[in-house]
Nanobody
Framework: QVQLVQSGGGLVQAGGSLRLSCAAS????????MGWFRQAPGKEREFVAR????????YYADSVKGRFTITRDNAKDTLYLQMNSLKPEDTAVYYC????????????????WGQGTQVTVSS
């Protein structure tokens, strides 16, 4: 399994931006499709974005499309999530995760998870 360590996050006003990072170690990072998920208090963990092994293709939840950008740097074994035009409803704990599957958005299909990082957007 790959180990994932997240950084970034914090408190930002509505309309602001944040960038999350997820550093991988232990296995070949480029072997995995990577994703970002989030979980708000009292809610289930939900899919945010996904990127293919090479980084050539991405997929987003409708709620973040046009505002969030997922990228990866396979030379640095790092995944990123750039979040712009943040809204209070984006407040959640964000998780990066890895999977061998190519087209899934189900949390159960992701085998390794980062520790989570809090993102709070104030109105």
């Amino acid at each position: 399994q790959v180990q994932l360590v997240q950084s970034g996050g914090g408190l930002v006003q509505a309309g602001g931006s944040l960038r999350l990072s997820c550093a991988a170690s232990g296995r070949t990072f480029s072997s995995y499709t990577m994703g970002w998920f989030r979980q708000a208090p009292g809610k289930e963990r939900e899919f945010v974005a996904r990127i293919t092994r090479s980084g050539s293709s991405t997929y987003y939840a409708d709620s973040v499309k046009g505002r969030f950008t997922i990228t990866r740097d396979n030379a640095k074994d790092t995944l990123y999530l750039q979040m712009n035009s943040l809204k209070p409803e984006d407040t959640a704990v964000y998780y990066c995760a890895s999977t061998y599957y190519s087209g899934t958005v189900r949390p159960a299909d992701f085998g390794s998870w980062g520790q989570g990082t809090q993102v709070t957007v104030s109105s």
